[in-house]
């Protein structure tokens, strides 16, 4: 065994001597070899190695090759320096082209020299110490020697003639001071891995570490060569380090440490190999916690599962409050929250989240999501009817933040929501620098449409009609060219160039590859249609309409158009069935339920009517009107209860409204007939002193003037009615305040204002109007007055009469007994019908009316032309009155033994399943009773 290197390993002066001593065998291949004191002699006379001969850190301060052979070949004098050729270029001087390699009998030569050496301690003190930057020139002079060039790697290239063998015996031998030393270096075998860990990652000779020490290792090949043809097994190579002895320690303790390092960082990766699969290597705990519920709960939102989304970003912001990422977090909840609201959200619901989205814009104001959300609060503003707000929401977006997320979509809900503000310029500034700024987003054609609407509203139709038309062009195949088409169609709609329209439309229709978006298209037409007076065709198209679209939210206009195109027709009947179905169908449309309640009324259901007009208004109608008449029509019924609920509704929710100013009166009037006389009178006196100069102070002194004067307080009612007298002087503003108490409930105060009106200071639609609700009014009162002014409205004011008004002063003249004026006056509807089919269903009511009358008075010969009449008006087999008309006329003829006549009626009637059908079967046998005992046809030979 080796003893300790502390010990046992050669000093760095007998390591020089040893590699000086490499060359230094004369020419002659057998000649002895040199003893140490030669070698010391030649190192002391032959080399010189100085601070000079250092190479710069660069050069890794080593020798190069000549500067090794220069000294052993004499050709350098002590004291010159060593400038000779390299080995690479020139043979070795005194080296024969027939020299051998080393073998193994002068290897044993060399270790037993190595032996005498040891046994001599006065040899260590005859050797110089070389300079420690030669030795490293030295090493570096070494040529490269790779593990795959092992069993070379004792010769020399392949163009040198090899160094003779005894010199190189001689020169090893030599140099040895002790065997231990020669034994551990031969068992020093080390692979190229174990060369590369121990020199540097750069490898051995002129690619080492340029701060490598000048002690650092040379590599010498100790393998065997071949000898007379017989291969020796290769003994692998050995490392010889100057100095190996004294570096053993720190070589050791570098592995050591080395390898330490290597199994603590090995362990830590096995360790922690959760932490570094993915790129967040060092995310804390919470972070982790956050992440994984924001990954969860976007998977969970994709699928529409929000409350499951909610509840795991809930348990996952209470189990780490205090993350870095809680932002994301609370974004994505209030994202959950925004989905599941409803198109119309609940007024609690929408607070909660406002206030939610508040908290966060004020506390992650810096998060990338932020615009995000208020863009979500501006159009939850919208949804519940507040677009003030959403419009502040949106400035606020577009003026404090650079380039916000969905920029587009915040321009977009900007213009709509300025449009509906009425604030055509704003909207249209927004919607172009939308498409001049986005191009390309998937809303720019939208906001072109609103732009054009915009510019509607300013009064460009040019710029709209152009704006319309390139979206038209751009998208034949889309929704939003058929939504293009129709608004093109109706700039042309709305300046009465109905024929353009239908045009425009029909090519629309004819052209179009798609249905999408083409139910406006089909309304638009049906309605231009009915403008020009082509209401078959319009009727085609809407049941088109209905057809091909069943289920979308236009049906129910296209089913209330309908309904007015069958009442224009004369089949009044039939569209009030239409209207009813389309109330029914669409619970939720506003304009289905208005139209029934139009029916219901004229039917005399006022109750209903009321009903329906409420369900309008909770439908979104937005219309005062509709609780003004529910209430007016609740009144009708005596339901003074639900009128003043009503009323009081109409001022809550549309406070501000010409609507509500009347509902005011209306109600102050409940409150008097309640016996709350003080509430009433304190109403009327504020309304009155807040309109005092307004052309409304007018109803209200006369509802005041009415009040004092059923207290009994004439002086007080006749100090208003001064006031009235004084604001007279404006007769329009008298006359309408004046019809609106008369067709509203205060009727006693409109007939007191009344006398104060001069009809012919008034224009003709206003005096007609004046005329008509008085006459109305003053039935109940005084008949013959009311004919009178029934009929200066009706005889004096032609173009402004319609149908349905002839049909109040038919009564009266019924009333009146002037059957002569009565049978004018239905003459007149008849002829008017002719040419106008919207005037059926006034025939038809008339000549009922007229016909009853004749009836009652046992007129039947007149009674049966009357009823004939209503022949002409008959325009759906259906209605209830025309049964009537045919079961009456069948029994005047009846009564007049007109019985031929008489029994095809019954017949028609019997097979019409109206509610006359029963009574016109009987009726009918009777009749066949008759015409047999009249022997107008023969019995049955069998007796029937």
Not at 886 to 906: F, G, H, I
Request: proline fraction near 5%; charge should be negative; include cysteine.
């Amino acid at each position: 065994m080796p003893e300790d290197p502390q010990k046992s390993a050669p000093d760095d002066d007998t390591n020089g001597a040893q590699n000086a001593a490499g060359d230094g065998q004369s020419e002659d291949s057998d000649s002895p070899l040199l003893d140490q004191s030669a070698i010391d002699s030649l190192l002391e006379g032959e080399v010189s190695l100085t601070d000079d001969s250092q190479s710069e850190p660069g050069d890794d301060a080593i020798l190069d090759q000549s500067a090794i052979h220069a000294p052993l070949s004499g050709g350098a004098k002590s004291g010159e320096p060593v400038d000779g050729p390299s080995m690479d270029d020139t043979p070795l001087d005194g080296a024969d082209a027939d020299d051998v390699p080393l073998d193994d009998a002068k290897l044993d030569d060399i270790i037993g020299a190595a032996e005498v050496a040891k046994e001599d301690p006065s040899a260590d003190d005859d050797i110089d110490v070389p300079d420690l930057a030669a030795e490293a020139e030295i090493a570096d002079a070494i040529p490269d020697i790779g593990s795959e060039n092992v069993a070379a790697a004792g010769a020399a290239p392949s163009d040198e003639q090899p160094m003779d063998q005894d010199l190189i015996d001689s020169l090893i031998s030599d140099a040895q001071v002790n065997e231990p030393a020669i034994e551990e270096l031969e068992e020093v075998v080390v692979t190229e891995e174990d060369a590369e860990i121990a020199l540097g990652d750069e490898g051995w000779g002129e690619g080492a570490d340029s701060e490598a020490s000048p002690t650092e290792a040379e590599i010498v090949d100790l393998d065997d060569d071949e000898e007379e043809g017989e291969s020796k097994p290769s003994k692998g190579f050995s490392i010889s380090f100057p100095g190996f002895g004294e570096s053993l320690p720190k070589i050791a303790a570098s592995l050591l440490f080395g390898i330490a390092c290597s199994i603590t960082v090995f362990s830590w990766l096995i360790l922690n190999e959760h932490r570094l699969s993915n790129s967040d290597k060092n995310v804390a705990p919470g972070d982790e916690i956050i992440r994984r519920a924001v990954a969860s709960a976007e998977g969970l939102i994709e699928d529409g599962l929000y409350d499951r989304a909610a509840l795991e970003l809930d348990d996952a912001v209470t189990a780490a409050p205090n993350a870095s990422n809680l932002n994301d977090a609370r974004y994505l909840k209030i994202k959950t929250q925004y989905l599941r609201l409803s198109e119309t959200p609940d007024a609690s619901d929408a607070e909660r989240l406002l206030a939610s989205m508040g908290t966060f814009a004020d506390q992650a104001s810096d998060h990338p999501r932020v615009t995000e959300v208020l863009r979500w609060r501006g159009d939850i503003y919208d949804r519940t009817g507040i677009p003030l707000a959403a419009l502040g929401v949106y400035n606020d977006l577009l003026t404090n933040y650079v380039s916000p997320l969905d920029g587009d979509r915040i321009l977009l809900a900007a213009g709509k929501s300025a449009l509906q503000l009425e604030r055509p310029q704003q909207a249209a500034d927004y919607l172009r620098r939308l498409r001049q700024e986005y191009p390309s987003s998937d809303v720019a054609d939208e906001a072109g449409l609103y732009q054009g609407d915009a510019y509607r509203e300013l009064g460009s139709r040019e710029k709209a009609d152009l704006i319309y038309r390139q979206i038209a062009v751009s998208n034949p195949a889309a929704r939003i060219g058929a939504q293009a088409f129709t608004r093109q169609a109706q700039l042309s709609f709305d300046d009465g160039e109905y024929d353009d329209a239908i045009e425009l439309l029909e090519t629309r229709l004819a052209t179009a590859t798609t249905t999408d978006g083409n139910e406006d298209a089909y309304l638009l037409l049906a309605r231009s249609l009915n403008a020009t007076g082509q209401f078959e065709e319009s009727e085609r198209v809407l049941r088109e309409l209905t057809q091909f679209f069943p289920d979308n939210p236009r049906t129910a206009e296209a089913l209330v158009e309908l309904s007015k195109v069958m009442e224009s027709r004369g089949r009044r009947s039939e569209a009030s069935n239409i209207a009813r179905q389309a109330a029914q169908r669409f619970p939720k449309s506003s304009e289905a339920l208005e139209n029934a309640a139009v029916f219901l009324a004229q039917a005399g259901d006022e109750r209903s009517a009321a009903e329906s007009l409420l369900e309008a208004d909770a439908a979104g109608a937005d219309n005062p009107k509709l609780l003004l008449d529910a209430a007016k029509h609740y009144a009708e019924t005596g339901e003074t209860k639900k009128a003043q609920l009503t009323y009081e509704q109409l001022l809550e929710s549309y406070g501000n409204s010409p609507e509500a100013f009347d509902g005011r009166i209306e109600l102050a009037g409940i409150y008097f007939d309640q016996g709350k006389v003080q509430k009433s009178i304190d109403w009327l006196e504020d309304l009155a002193a807040v309109n005092a100069d307004g052309p409304r102070a007018v109803p209200v002194l006369i509802a005041l003037s009415d009040r004092y004067s059923r207290l009994g307080l004439n002086d007080r009612a006749a100090e208003y009615q001064k006031k009235v007298a004084l604001i007279a002087g404006e007769q329009p503003v008298l006359a309408n305040a004046t019809v609106a108490l008369l067709e509203g409930s205060g009727v006693e105060s409109g007939l007191a204002a009344a006398h104060q009106v001069d009809v012919d200071r008034l224009p003709d639609p206003l005096a007609y109007q004046f005329l008509r609700a008085h006459g109305v009014a003053l039935r109940t009162v005084d008949g013959r007055r009311a004919l009178a002014q029934l009929e200066r409205a009706y005889n004096n004011y032609p173009a402004d009469r319609k149908p349905d008004d002839a049909v109040d002063l038919l009564e009266l003249y019924l009333t009146a007994d002037r059957t002569g004026a009565a049978r004018a006056l239905v003459m007149d509807l008849n002829a008017a019908a002719k040419s106008d089919i919207s005037a059926a269903p006034a025939l038809l009511e008339a000549t009922v009316k007229w016909g009853d009358h004749l009836f009652e008075r046992r007129d039947f010969r007149a009674a049966a032309e009357a009823y004939a009449l209503a022949d002409s008006a008959v325009t759906e087999e259906s209605d209830p009155l025309t049964a009537w008309a045919k079961l009456q006329q069948a029994n005047a003829k009846l009564q007049l033994r007109d019985v031929t006549e008489s029994v095809p009626l019954l017949e028609e009637v019997s097979n019409s399943g109206s509610i006359w059908s029963n009574d016109a079967t009987l009726r009918q046998s009777y009749a066949e009773v008759e015409r047999r005992l009249a022997h107008e046809e023969p019995l049955s030979p069998n007796g029937d």
